[in-house]
């Protein structure tokens, strides 16, 4: 097969499967069904419908059915994810905020961690800035849920996404498409990959992704929600025949520019009275009367704010508005094989981003909210992993070291009405740890697994914030006064995290399991903060306990495989980004213990004749069981942000051979998710709850009889559903702030491999 990674012919969306690294897994297809599918999920060679973890895995010829070239589109046929790029408290437009069964984080601010970890060919990604991003040789997505404390370690609290590009072998492949489509979308990807000479083995590729915006911003002469992204990729792999050594360099470069997050302001809140809307209506009336500004005669006054900037499609902005991110790494993977049953590996990365990006968050003419963000962040990681096996098979091992550093900077310039500050400041960054896992097989059929994780995390934070200048009368501080004090501060944490698991393999077509697991997040600090403080605040680490149990059937002649798995969590010191009163702007709180609990069912159905069926669903129930005091704007009936209780997709596709004329695959596909509150400061706001809603896919692909050249037409989101996809709302500025989905979009895409 061209991909040593292949989920078989229904490894779906949704499909419960994990899928291996390129150079290790062996699918064997099964004759009028479903594949064999081995993965690599816990460092070793497994069979997925015998490995005991709960994984959702798309292929290269999975993620091309769906239509999907943007990793964030995976959330639609993932039972219990979330992966929204939203702009957070800030004007970046490619920040990732994933949550896994409820336990995720949407800031993409340094002196806060992700809750899902998200890992390129075994290398994690340290920032959710420019976490979304398109697929250019990706040869399988996994999506890990529950605590990876062991394994995977730092901060995949709620779990991983693991992303395995195409490695080159001694086939000489190459593959090129064209994708056109609504808004002028220009998609453009190509690679070339194999060997150079004996045993030396080569790939490139590179990709170009444009798009018009689709929110207007008439003051600026743009339109946010653009697209202008390019991607080069390359891998140097040195794999000697006979050689138990293996060496892959492999570097990537991004660069991510956009007008602007597609931003608009629908409306203000008349009650909050201590509001900047409101102090800016008490000075733009004339009367100093704020509700002056609010009533129809006053709809043009541009000294006003109201309901002349209120829309869906349409953000007044003034101020310069603007995304730009630069992207580079470079892995170096050195594997050796010490012995037949013992594999030693050594994973060393850096990783480097630049971005400024700037936003006019009032999207007014009035200077009410801008914010301003410098933000760079340098990364190195060292991983160790020796991975083996024993005593005839019955038990296997994994054991490793790991270290990752990490510094860099966010300068924040603040701009609020009564206020110009600067904000943000100097990160440093240091995780080490060891790590180790074992499996035996008690008898039969039964085995138990055990894993522990030991991980020292320090974080050193200095924050550079003081007062440029003050509004007066309204507000009066000397220019100059720090915020907070400029001096270095420390979060460290050293913390055990374990995992223990039994399974049974009942039968050779059913395998059932328990696990119970433990993950951290590491505490950190507000980056954000006026008025002044005597000191910066902060917050602790939180921890979950899971307990999870699950199944994984094949029937029908290896026709079904039909995967699942229930769940239930303590979550402990929940960190929450929260905006109440009490404060100008969001800040991190340990808001304190929740439950979580649910379960997800999927299945794959290959009942012949050229069709393929796939369905998954999704509970997450998440509640609150203990509120810290002083957290305000939460009760415990409250529910989690940008979280649903329920997700649901399901898909069909029907091969029509056409003889010498090739093969014609109509797909559709369907993803529900249910309401869910979209306000990212962690406060149920009503006026930015997202209803339920549901999304129609469908594209007809033609292939040619030697599978080498196809055409595809496709439609998303058929409904033209303009759901939320974004909320802002805090207190202290008063206006309510969305994001709406593009809606209904067309493209053509012609592709050739060989």
């Known amino acids: 097969?061209?991909?040593?990674?292949?989920?078989?012919?229904?490894?779906?969306?949704?499909?419960?499967?994990?899928?291996?690294?390129?150079?290790?897994?062996q699918d064997t297809a099964e004759a009028d069904g479903l594949e064999t599918i081995t993965v690599t999920a816990r460092k070793q060679t497994e069979n997925l419908q015998?490995?005991?973890?709960?994984?959702?895995?798309?292929?290269?010829?999975?993620?091309?059915?769906?239509?999907?070239?943007?990793?964030?589109?995976?959330?639609?046929?993932?039972?219990?994810?979330?992966?929204?790029?939203?702009?957070?408290?800030?004007?970046?437009?490619?920040?990732?905020?994933?949550?896994?069964?409820?336990?995720?984080q949407n800031d993409f601010a340094p002196t806060v961690e992700p809750g899902v970890g998200i890992y390129i060919d075994g290398v994690y990604l340290g920032r959710t800035a420019g976490g979304v991003f398109d697929l250019i040789d990706v040869a399988s997505i996994e999506v890990l849920r529950g605590p990876q404390g062991t394994l995977f370690g730092r901060n995949t609290i709620g779990g991983a996404i693991n992303l395995t590009t195409l490695q080159p072998d001694d086939t000489l492949r190459a593959k090129m498409d064209m994708k056109y489509g609504t808004d002028d979308l220009v998609n453009v990807r190509a690679m070339v990959s194999g060997p150079l000479a004996d045993g030396l083995f080569a790939k490139v590729s590179a990709g170009i992704s444009r798009q018009d915006g689709y929110v207007d911003a008439p003051n600026l002469g743009v339109k946010f929600g653009n697209k202008d992204t390019k991607t080069v990729r390359g891998a140097l792999r040195f794999a000697p025949g006979g050689s138990p050594l293996e060496v892959t360099l492999a570097g990537d470069y991004t660069r991510d520019k956009s007008n602007g997050a597609p931003v608009v302001v629908t409306g203000i809140d008349e009650t909050a009275t201590g509001s900047f809307v409101t102090l800016a209506n008490v000075i733009g009336s004339g009367t100093g009367n704020p509700g002056d500004c609010l009533i129809a005669a006053a709809a043009s006054n541009t000294a006003c704010y109201n309901s002349r900037l209120y829309s869906r499609d349409t953000n007044y902005a003034t101020d310069p508005t603007f995304s730009d991110l630069e992207l580079w790494s470079a892995a170096l993977t050195v594997s050796y094989q010490l012995a037949d049953e013992i594999e030693v590996k050594s994973i060393t990365a850096l990783r480097r981003i630049n971005g400024t990006f700037a936003q006019d968050r009032d999207g007014s003419n009035l200077?009410?909210?801008?914010?301003?963000?410098?933000?760079?962040?340098?990364?190195?990681?060292?991983?160790?992993?020796?991975?083996?096996?024993?005593?005839?098979?019955?038990?296997?091992?994994?054991t490793g070291l790991y270290f990752f550093k990490?510094?860099?900077?966010d300068i924040n310039p603040i701009d609020f009405l009564v206020v110009y500050a600067n904000s943000g400041g100097y990160y440093d960054y240091k995780n080490w740890a060891a790590f180790a896992q074992l499996g035996f097989q008690i008898t039969d059929g039964l085995t138990l697994t055990g894993g522990i994780r030991y991980t020292d995390d320090r974080k050193s934070y200095l924050p550079d914030q003081y007062v440029i200048s003050t509004l007066e009368p309204f507000l009066s501080i000397p220019t100059g006064t720090r915020i907070v004090p400029y001096e270095w501060v420390d979060a460290n944490v050293k913390k055990w995290t374990p995992m223990a698991n039994l399974s049974w393999q009942a039968t050779p077509d059913l395998m059932a399991y328990v696990t119970y697991s433990q993950g951290f997040k590491g505490g950190g600090y507000t980056q954000r903060v006026f008025p002044p403080e005597q000191s910066l605040p902060s917050f602790r680490p939180e921890t979950v306990d899971s307990y999870e149990a699950g199944f994984k059937l094949m029937a029908l002649g290896n026709r079904l495989r039909f995967n699942g798995a229930a769940f239930y969590t303590d979550y402990n010191d929940m960190q929450l980004l929260v905006a109440d009163a009490s404060r100008v702007g969001p800040f991190i709180t340990n808001a304190g213990k929740a439950r979580i609990q649910g379960f997800e069912l999927e299945t794959n159905i290959a009942p012949g004749g050229g069709f393929r069926l796939n369905a998954a669903v999704g509970m997450t129930d998440a509640k609150f069981k203990r509120l810290e005091d002083g957290v305000q704007g939460l009760t415990l009936d409250s529910k989690f942000v940008m979280v649903s209780k329920w997700t649901v997709s399901a898909s069909a596709e029907k091969e029509f051979p056409m003889d010498a004329a090739g093969t014609l695959t109509p797909h559709l596909d369907w993803s529900y998710r249910s309401g869910f509150y979209t306000n990212a400061n962690g406060i149920n706001t009503p006026e930015l709850y997202q209803p339920g809603y549901s999304v129609f896919n469908a594209n007809l692909r033609w292939q040619d009889e030697g599978q080498h050249l196809s055409l595809t037409l496709g439609v998303d989101n058929i409904g033209n559903r303009k759901f939320r996809t974004f909320g802002d709302y805090q207190p202290s500025f008063g206006f309510y702030m969305q994001a709406f989905d593009r809606g209904r979009q067309y493209y053509a895409k012609l592709a050739y491999s060989f």
Do not use: H
Not at 1 to 25: F, H, K, N, S
Not at 73 to 95: V, W
Not at 406 to 409: F, M, Q
């Open 50 to 104: 015998s490995t005991p973890i709960s994984i959702t895995a798309f292929s290269a010829e999975r993620l091309e059915a769906q239509g999907i070239t943007q990793v964030n589109r995976i959330q639609d046929f993932t039972p219990n994810l979330t992966f929204a790029n939203i702009p957070s408290n800030s004007g970046i437009a490619s920040n990732a905020a994933v949550y896994i069964r409820g336990i995720g």
């Open 406 to 409: 990490e510094k860099g900077k």
């Open 367 to 398: 200077g009410i909210n801008y914010v301003y963000d410098t933000f760079t962040q340098k990364q190195f990681s060292q991983e160790f992993q020796i991975v083996g096996k024993a005593l005839d098979g019955r038990l296997n091992w994994v």
């Open 1 to 25: 097969m061209r991909l040593r990674c292949v989920i078989g012919m229904l490894a779906m969306v949704g499909g419960g499967a994990g899928c291996a690294a390129p150079a290790l897994a």
